[in-house]
Structure formats: C-alpha cells, structure tokens
C-alpha cells in the first residue's frame, strides 16, 4: 500500500502523477519495505545560492559512492514540489548513472510530514542547517524546527553549539517532539553546506571548486552518520 503514499503526497493532478511515474522510474521501482530511510533536502541550492546543476552532479556521485559501500539502507531526496529542478535534474543524472532505483527515490511534498501527507516512512530525516544550529530563518530549517519544538530545539543545544560547512550532527528526536510523535521521525541529522549567497556568512564567492568539494563532504558526513545509526 505505501507507492499510494507518494502519489498522495505529490501535490499534482493525476495526469501529471502518471506522466512522473513516467519519466521516474525510481517512484514506482522503490520498494517499501522496512529498511532504515533517510529523507533529505537538497543541501545549500535555495537560501545558499548554489548551482543546482552542479549540485545535482555532486548527490548523485554521493548516493552512488555510498550505495557501493552500505547497503540494506534506504534514501529519498525530498523538495516541496513535484516542479522541482532539483529533483528532475536528480532523477536523470540517477538514471543514467544507473544508481539503484529500489534504494534510491525523489519525493514532492514537506519533508515535515512524510509519513501524515504521504504515508512514508522514514526514521531519520535531514536538515539543511546553518552554523549556529538555530531555528527560524526561512527554509527546511524553519520547518523543521517549528515541526520538532522545544524538545528538538532542545534535543540539539545538547549535541552541539554550532557545525562547520561540510559536516553533520546527528540529534535523536526526544519522543516528546511532535516529529517523533506524529511522524515517527527517531533522529534529525543537521547538515551545513557550502554558501554561495553573499548575504549569509562564509561565502564561497562563486568558488566551485571548493563548493563542490565542500558539499560532496556534507553530504558523506551526512550518510555515513546515517550508517552509523542504521547500523
Ligand atoms: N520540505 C522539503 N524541502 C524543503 C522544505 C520542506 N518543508 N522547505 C524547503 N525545502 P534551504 P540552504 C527545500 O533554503 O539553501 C536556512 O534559513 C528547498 O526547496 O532550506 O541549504 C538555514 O538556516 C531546497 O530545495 O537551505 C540556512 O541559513 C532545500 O530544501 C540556510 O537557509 C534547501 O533549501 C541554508 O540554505
């Protein structure tokens, strides 16, 4: 029953949902069993200014370098609209790549209500994070924050007080939170990646080399802490 969820979390007519399926093979070809999923956003490509183009590039070499090392795990890279750029240009860089459809998928809708709007379930969910690890400020952050509450704000402080770009920290969501409670969500993993928006600190000023340095190392640091709690 779970593919239901995914077109019922998709905000988009049935036609547009067939047509997906279509050109997505991975939504119809994920399978929905039981194995530990991570949901994540596409790290630095809104608030962050970087190009989604390369930033494409750099999660699907990620995905596909950690799918050769760990298996039995499970990802989903999730944005809020089935008009995604990200997502479109992930699927087809995945696809031809041949990176493995049953453990790799996109998903539109709130990565804050993957399982009450789509039926998904998915124990450890990502956040595009920024470095002092605080909540508000527009974006995934934001939501996720204000999904989570006190407890998760909490739950977090005690982790850490701030993260560099190209790492992550792992927070597992106190089973007061809402997150846990409504969504089953057990940990939250905050990622910072590199930025390419002069209005926000470290700028990369149009740096790629490094950008794409830096935001493959979030995105390893990012699934290899899911391993580790997968584990
Ligand atoms: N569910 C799923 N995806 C989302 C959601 C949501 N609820 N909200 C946004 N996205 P961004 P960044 C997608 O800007 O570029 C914050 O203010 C969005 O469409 O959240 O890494 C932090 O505090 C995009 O694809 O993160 C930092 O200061 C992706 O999430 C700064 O922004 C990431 O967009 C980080 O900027």
Known sequence: PRPMGIEKGNEVGKDEQKNDMLLNPSVSDFQWNDAPT???PSISTSDFQFNMDKASDVIV????DFFSK????????????????????????????????TRFSTY?????????????????????????????????????????GEALEIATKEQAD????????IVPVPRTSPLSQREGVTYVIHVLGPN????RPNCLKDDYVKGCK????????????????AR
Request: proline content about 3%.
């Open 61 to 64: 070499e990620a995905v596909a």
């Open 196 to 199: 390419m928006n002069p209005q």
């Open 70 to 101: 760990v298996d039995k795990v499970k990802l989903i890279l999730v944005d809020l609209s089935s008009k995604s750029k990200m997502l479109s240009l992930v699927k087809v860089k995945a696809s031809k790549k041949n990176v493995d459809t």
């Open 162 to 169: 701030t993260i560099c770009p190209g790492s992550s920290i």
């Open 38 to 40: 991570l949901a994540f």
């Open 108 to 148: 539109a809708g709130d990565i804050t209500r993957l399982y009450t709007g789509g039926g998904l379930h998915c124990n450890v969910i990502a956040n595009a994070s920024n470095w002092r690890l605080k909540p508000g400020g527009g974006g995934v952050n934001a939501a996720i924050f204000s999904a989570g």
């Open 214 to 229: 830096v935001l493959y190392e979030a995105y390893s640091s990012l699934f290899n802490n899911f391993a580790s709690i």
